[in-house]
């Protein structure tokens, strides 16, 4: 036996004895185990232990000579920084994933609508409840064009959006969009491009109600003001007629008054 590192085993002296004495039991079954198997297959075998604080990676090479092993070679690889390095890769694998997967989940469940689509506006994703709320299925959606889905009266409003997405790298306001059945349905929007992945990434909520509710309050405060503007001229226009009747009534008035207190004069006799 052999040993290019004397101090592998602490034991300078540690050529001519037997390994399986400088193992723990276990290591050392293990160590036999594959060693057995070396001889008996005539097979390189492989084994990964833990040995004085390192993790070492051990091949077993066989030397076969007229069918038969003679010796085995035994090689071993000090692998505790590349062992240490695809752990922390593989912890950051399994962060990644987990991440994803929440944010899957979170774009699955949520209420808006969530999509993602290229630069000439083509969609890439779009998330299950937010095809539904349109009245479509996911894969009806992805592959598509926005503007198919804008109504005709607001097609300007999807150039100015993606004029302002490639200017500006977002977009925040409003955009009318069509049910599948043709209804019109108002988004409000919140989009931002990517620009490592040349993708933009938006949010949709439907604020069409909203909007109604807005519209009618504008109406009901318009004819509110238009009925207080009619009050107020019925209130002038009545003003002026009282003033006009008060001076109609009170010229004849004034002379008739006049007559009856001459008439009421003292010493003024009946032939008079």
């Not at 293990?30 to 091949?59: C, S, V």
């Not at 890439?124 to 539904?132: L, M, Q, S």
């Not at 925040?172 to 933009?200: D, Q, S, Y």
Request: aromatic letters at 8%; charged letters at 30%.
């Amino acid at each position: 036996m052999f040993l290019n590192r004397l101090d592998f085993f602490g034991d300078p002296d540690a050529v001519g004895k037997n390994v399986l004495s400088f193992l723990p039991p276990d290591q050392g079954e293990r160590f036999f185990q594959k060693l057995k198997l070396t001889f008996e297959t005539h097979a390189p075998q492989e084994l990964e232990e833990y040995y004085r604080g390192r993790i070492y990676l051990g091949r077993l090479i066989p030397i076969v000579s007229n069918n038969t092993v003679k010796e085995v070679l035994a090689i071993g690889t000090d692998i505790t920084e590349n062992k240490a390095r695809v752990e922390r890769e593989n912890e950051l694998h399994r962060k990644i994933e987990n991440s994803e997967r929440r944010y899957r989940s979170l774009v699955e469940e949520s209420m808006v609508l969530i999509c993602s689509h290229d630069m000439d506006g083509y969609l890439i994703t779009v998330n299950k409840p937010g095809a539904e709320a349109l009245g479509y299925r996911q894969e009806e959606l992805v592959g598509k064009r926005l503007d198919i889905f804008i109504h005709e009266d607001y097609k300007a409003g999807f150039h100015d959006y993606m004029d302002q997405i490639k200017n500006t790298g977002s977009f925040e306001g409003f955009l009318t969009i069509c049910e599948k059945n043709g209804a019109k349905r108002i988004f409000l929007c919140k989009n931002v491009l990517l620009k490592e992945e040349n993708m933009v990434l938006g949010s949709a909520q439907d604020v069409t109600d909203w909007k109604k509710a807005e519209f009618r309050e504008k109406q009901i405060k318009k004819e509110l003001l238009l009925a207080k503007e009619k009050a107020e001229e019925s209130n002038r226009l009545q003003t002026i007629f009282l003033g006009s009747l008060s001076h109609e009534v009170r010229t004849p008035l004034q002379g008739i008054l006049g007559f009856a207190e001459i008439l009421d004069s003292p010493g003024l006799t009946e032939e008079k």
